[in-house]
């Protein structure tokens, strides 16, 4: 957290340099660790789901409003991004078709993530959509495009890395 006020102070928050950097993430790492370990042992976490839905929204809705209308607050929306997600996350943990979308995305997430601020930037930077309902529209074929991005990344260093034989380079 005093890497944020630091920086926030600094006037350096809106800064992409700064405010990615290691430190940014490293403690959403651990915490994600010590979380994936209690549930690892059998740990079970109960929680109304009521409690679990306002939560989600409250979260959202602040991390979706310091990145949207603040770019010296957007440094700060992790705290309210981890709980938002986290609550969404457990509550459609138990739903079979999103268990298995899930499934299918943990497949090349880290491509995703790796790719997915560049292929997002250029869809919007080509098409240039004015107003919120044509920044939806597009925002969503972004990210299905970053997706693909991401599935066919995957593909090319697997090819790369195990140079299975026969292994087509996409």
Not at 126 to 134: D, E, K, L, R, T
Not at 143 to 150: H, K, R
Request: charged share 10%; with cysteine; proline share 2%.
């Amino acid at each position: 957290m005093s890497w944020w006020v630091l920086f926030y102070f600094l006037g350096v928050s809106d800064s992409r340099v700064w405010s990615s950097f290691c430190f940014q993430y490293i403690w959403e790492f651990a915490l994600g660790i010590i979380v994936a370990g209690r549930l690892h042992e059998g740990r079970v976490f109960r929680i109304n789901k009521i409690m679990l839905s306002i939560i989600a929204v409250i979260g959202i809705g602040l991390m979706g409003g310091m990145a949207l209308f603040s770019d010296e607050l957007k440094i700060f929306n992790d705290i309210p991004a981890l709980f938002g997600y986290t609550a969404l996350a457990l509550l459609f943990v138990n739903i079979g078709f999103i268990r298995s979308v899930c499934r299918f995305l943990s497949r090349f997430s880290y491509e995703f993530y790796l790719v997915h601020i560049m292929v997002m930037e250029s869809v919007f930077h080509i098409v240039n959509p004015q107003g919120w309902i044509s920044q939806l529209i597009i925002g969503i074929a972004a990210l299905i495009s970053a997706m693909v991005v991401g599935l066919f990344y995957n593909k090319f260093l697997s090819a790369m890395i195990f140079k299975r034989p026969g292994a087509a380079v996409m």
